[in-house]
Every structure is written in C-alpha cells, then in structure tokens.
C-alpha cells in the first residue's frame, strides 16, 4: 500500500475519532449544563467525525489493485464532495451558533446566516461549471471558519476566560488547516496536504481537551 495513502488515511481515521469524541462528550455535558453551544458542537463533530471516516474509507478504496481505477477515482471524488458538503454544515451551524452569543437573539443568528449564505452563494454559481470544485468547497470552509475565529476573538475580548481561549485556539487552528489543504491543492502538493491533517487534528485535540475541562459546571 502508497506510503501517502497509508498516512492520510491513518490521520483520517485519527481525527474521525477524536471528532466523534468531541461529539460525544459535547453531547453529554450540553445536556447536563444546557449549553446550546456544546449541543451544536456535538452535532456538527458528528457529521465531521462520519465525513472523516467516509474519506479515510475511500483512500483506503482508491490503493485496492483488485478495483477498477476508474471505480476507485469515482469513490474517492464522491466521497470527497460528501465530506466537504458535511464539513460545510457543520461549520455553518457553530457559524450561527456563535452568532447568537456574539449578537444575541435568534434573529441575529438567522440574519448572519443568511448573510453567510448569500456571500457563499456568489462563488456556488461556479459549481455549474464542473470545475475546481474541492477549490471551491476548501474556499467556502475558509470563509466560514474565518467568521468563527472572529466571533471567538470577539467572545474571548470580552470574557478573557481560558475556555473561551481554547475554542478560539482550536478553531484558528483548523481554519490553518483548511488554508494549507487549498494551498495543497492549488499547488499540487501532497506533503502540504498532509500539514493540513496534522494541524487539524491539532485543532480538534484542543478541541476536545476545551469539551472536557467544560465538564458538568461549565457554563459555555
């Protein structure tokens, strides 16, 4: 088996976990603390978490000699565009969820909802054309992201709590990740790519270790 593929399916697989782990704990502590925001949390990880492993399965797929190549490069594609499609709602809901701390009231967050999806919709009308589509997924994920790591700044200006600190760490990281993991693709770069799962994965581990230290008296 590619050395490559080995190692982006390993770090796949390893992030599918601590992703599920975030979902989980986020779950079980927003139901003891009735944090909305580690409910959402635990909502979009899960989606992450099920993408990842879609993604790891499909690297996996792509090295089998006993399939078809053009089977494999089908199931790999596929499988991207899922993941990418998931990562985006996902990133959407803390978008939003954010929001509605950051401004306050439902009606801000669905006003900045709508704003997200009418600024990502301009982009969206070159899907029409067939081409540079993970581009353009990774571009919308950089924009949402972009917008948590602000709303973040803007929570941790405010409160100065080391909880707060940590999402915003957590999630400048994984906006990085989704930096480096265009610029892999624009620049044909596998070994760049491959700096995107590391720092992901960097990114969701603080993730996690921010879930935990939350706890049953955490009010975040």
């Known amino acids: 088996m590619n050395a ?4 982006n399916s390993a770090l796949n697989l390893i992030g599918a976990l601590v992703a599920l ?28 978490g099920v993408g990842l492993l879609a993604q790891a399965s499909a690297f996996i797929f792509f090295d ?32 939003v969820s954010y929001a509605r701390r950051v401004q306050g009231g439902s009606k801000a967050a669905v006003e900045t909802a709508g704003l997200a999806v009418l600024a990502l919709s301009q982009p969206s009308s070159l899907l029409l054309l067939g081409t540079h589509l993970f581009e353009l997924g990774e571009l919308v994920l950089v924009v949402l992201l972009a917008m948590i790591v602000f709303q973040g700044g803007l929570i941790y200006g405010e409160s100065k709590n ?17 930096v480096a993991e265009l610029s892999a693709s624009l620049l044909s770069s596998g070994l760049l790519y491959l700096v995107g799962d590391l720092v992901q994965l960097a990114g969701f581990g603080l993730l996690l270790l921010f879930v935990l230290r939350s706890g049953p008296d955490g009010r975040n």
């Not at 080391?162 to 989704?178: E, T």
């Open 64 to 95: 089998l000699d006993a399939v078809r190549l053009a089977d494999r490069g089908t199931f790999v594609y596929s499988a991207t565009m899922i993941y990418l499609a998931l990562q985006a709602v996902a990133y959407l809901m803390i978008t």
């Open 4 to 7: 490559y593929f080995i190692l």
């Open 21 to 48: 782990a975030v979902s989980y704990y986020g779950f079980r502590y927003g139901k003891v603390t009735g944090s909305s925001f580690l409910k959402t949390l635990s909502l979009g990880f899960m989606m992450l």
């Open 162 to 178: 080391r909880l707060a600190l940590m999402v915003l760490g957590s999630f400048s990281l994984i906006l990085v990740a989704h």
